[in-house]
């Protein structure tokens, strides 16, 4: 007797019209950052680690003029920032505003927090909540509570959630960090528990201590990526004292704001259009530019 092979389908992702399917896949939303360089998607590996770990790294993503002149900006927004004009004083400022929609940020955030329907070839399907650096002489202090973690739990409204089916995940405040010095296990203020994203039970006792053997970190070489959600159980610990520098960007679906946080005017409106739509007002239907929210399961218009 013959059997039928077991094939597999692509995930069914349902759309507000009456359960239709969602047609269009990540790779076929937003294809070019606002620079017009095209995205970047995620292999198929880390789009597993990321959604089995709630975290991925990827080293080395910037080159090292990149990294020197980011690293400049930074050390005079830190030590003299009347030197740069009142609309740059943030980390949208100079070279560091093209790490917002940098195509591999684009091409992960596509697949892991885009709406399809507020998407475009002219606007994102994401936003950016805020952007803060770090810098080692500033550091955070130690969390007295743990926070975040259950995030395939968590009630509507609450940013801090995770949802997957199978073929498809996605992370309702998603983190990236870039590192503009190396890391190290010991300089790195983070600490994370791998997979507590999607935790059924509460943390145990045991585990809420530092020194706990869940707790885990990450190392890697300046210009390097580090994604999380932020439903992930995570902490903040005192670094060593070593140099560090890193820019942190948090970003959200467009129908949800965590926070109030807009960047300058000045410096929004100097930014390419497709770039401002990342900070386009909150809310899903019919926020998409050039395209058509309405009866269909896709952004655009069907080859014919």
């Given at each position: 007797?013959?059997?039928?092979?077991?094939?597999?389908?692509?995930?069914?992702?349902?759309?507000?019209?009456?359960?239709?399917a969602v047609e269009v896949e990540p790779e076929?939303?937003?294809?070019?950052?606002?620079?017009?360089?095209?995205?970047?998607?995620?292999?198929?590996?880390?789009k597993y680690d990321f959604d089995r770990n709630g975290w991925l790294l990827i080293p080395s993503v910037l080159s090292d003029d990149d990294i020197a002149e980011m690293r400049e900006f930074c050390q005079?927004?830190?030590?003299?920032?009347?030197?740069?004009?009142?609309?740059?004083r943030c980390t949208l400022g100079g070279p560091l505003q093209k790490l917002a929609d940098h195509p591999v940020v684009v091409g992960f955030l596509n697949e892991f927090l885009a709406y399809p329907p507020a998407a475009?070839?002219?606007?994102?399907?994401?936003?950016?909540?805020?952007?803060?650096?770090?810098?080692?002489?500033?550091?955070?202090?130690?969390?007295?509570?743990?926070?975040?973690?259950?995030?395939?739990?968590?009630?509507?409204?609450?940013s801090h959630l995770y949802r997957c089916v199978p073929g498809?995940?996605?992370?309702?405040?998603?983190?990236?960090?870039?590192?503009?010095?190396?890391?190290?296990?010991?300089?790195?203020?983070?600490?994370?528990?791998?997979?507590?994203?999607?935790?059924?039970?509460?943390?145990?006792?045991?585990?809420?201590?530092?020194n706990s053997p869940l707790w885990e970190t990450y190392q890697c070489p300046p210009g390097s990526l580090f994604l999380l959600t932020e439903s992930l159980t995570q902490m903040q610990v005192q670094p060593e004292g070593v140099e560090r520098v890193s820019i942190s960007n948090l970003y959200?679906?467009?129908a949800?704001?965590?926070?109030?946080?807009?960047?300058?005017p000045q410096l929004l409106e100097a930014m390419p259009p497709k770039?401002?739509?990342?900070?386009?007002e909150t809310y899903a239907g019919g926020n998409v530019v050039n395209g058509d929210f309405g009866q269909r399961t896709s952004a655009y218009i069907a080859e014919v």
């Open positions: 007797m013959a059997y039928k092979k077991l094939a597999t389908r692509k995930p069914f992702i349902v759309n507000k019209n009456l359960g239709s076929e939303l937003t294809t070019t950052n606002a620079d017009g360089i095209p995205v970047i998607v995620p292999t198929q590996k880390q005079q927004l830190h030590e003299t920032p009347e030197r740069i004009p009142e609309p740059e475009s070839e002219d606007c994102y399907g994401f936003r950016l909540e805020e952007t803060t650096p770090s810098f080692t002489d500033t550091p955070p202090q130690t969390q007295s509570v743990l926070h975040k973690g259950n995030g395939l739990f968590r009630l509507p409204g609450d498809r995940g996605w992370s309702g405040l998603t983190r990236a960090t870039w590192e503009l010095t190396e890391v190290t296990h010991d300089t790195n203020s983070l600490r994370f528990i791998t997979g507590s994203h999607k935790a059924a039970y509460p943390i145990p006792e045991a585990a809420q201590k530092p959200n679906t467009v949800s704001r965590w926070s109030n946080w807009l960047p300058h770039r401002q739509t990342l900070f386009r």
